[in-house]
């Protein structure tokens, strides 16, 4: 079974300009979380996503957007980037979420210049 | 508010064995996780504990006590290959994920 997969793996976007983020989870999944990670903060919980519909939200600012397709694939949007958004984006796949072993991606390295 | 603990940095020599502690407070309980990452990878799965004890999985053994809200992940037999940061999260009752902060372990020779 083919693993989580997420694209591009490299971004360098300007400060002010936006980003899309992809993720493919595990066939069968249905449940995509998507989190933020730098060396200070760790890994942040961003949103999930569950058949289509936001489940769950963490506690970013309204530039972090995301969605879910009837496929389950979830794209992930920031808007207005800053130079803080320079991070490592993790998304991973559960099978219905909750409980639920999560399976990471590689992730996509954003870098804000 | 949510709040997981575990050591920064820690140290240990190949073939000993090395415990990584991790204390949470939470919004609920639903379950506790390990994770194991390497450097410029992605976080992978090493554990689940949803009731109190130990859960023991060839080197790695994970223990958990919900009323002291504790856990500790236990390496045997360190290998180089261990060297890794260890994540360990909290699934609350908005069933979100709560990561600490991770344990950066250095096995060396």
């Known amino acids: 079974k083919a693993g989580v997969t997420q694209t591009p793996r490299y971004l360098i976007k300007t400060r002010g300009q936006q980003v899309t983020l992809s993720c493919s989870p595990i066939?069968?999944?249905?449940?995509v979380s998507w989190y933020q990670q730098t060396p200070g903060q760790g890994l942040q919980f961003l949103f999930e996503?569950?058949?289509?519909?936001?489940?769950n939200k963490g506690n970013f600012p309204g530039r972090f957007s995301g969605r879910q397709f009837s496929n389950s694939r979830s794209e992930m949007n920031v808007s207005t980037l800053e130079l803080g958004d320079s991070a490592l984006y993790l998304c991973?796949?559960?099978?219905?979420?909750?409980?639920?072993?999560?399976?990471f991606g590689p992730g996509t390295r954003l870098t804000v210049l | 508010g949510q709040n997981i603990d575990q050591p920064t940095e820690m140290t240990a020599t190949e073939g000993a064995i090395v415990q990584i502690n991790c204390t949470y407070q939470?919004?609920?309980?639903?379950?506790l996780f390990w994770y194991q990452q390497h450097a410029g990878e992605a976080p992978t799965f090493l554990s689940y504990?949803?009731?109190?004890g130990l859960e023991e999985k060839g080197r790695f053994s994970s223990f958990l006590s919900r009323s002291k809200g504790y856990s500790y992940l236990l390496l045997k037999e360190l290998q180089m290959k261990d060297s890794a940061s260890y994540l360990c999260?909290?699934?609350?009752?908005?069933?979100?994920?709560?990561f600490g902060p991770g344990t950066r372990l250095s096995v060396l020779p």
């Open positions: 939470t919004s609920g309980f639903n379950g």
């Open positions: 996503y569950f058949s289509e519909t936001q489940r």
């Open positions: 999260a909290v699934s609350d009752y908005g069933q979100n994920f709560v």
């Open positions: 504990n949803v009731l109190d």
């Open positions: 991973a796949s559960a099978t219905a979420g909750g409980v639920d072993t999560q399976y």
């Open positions: 066939s069968g999944h249905r449940s």
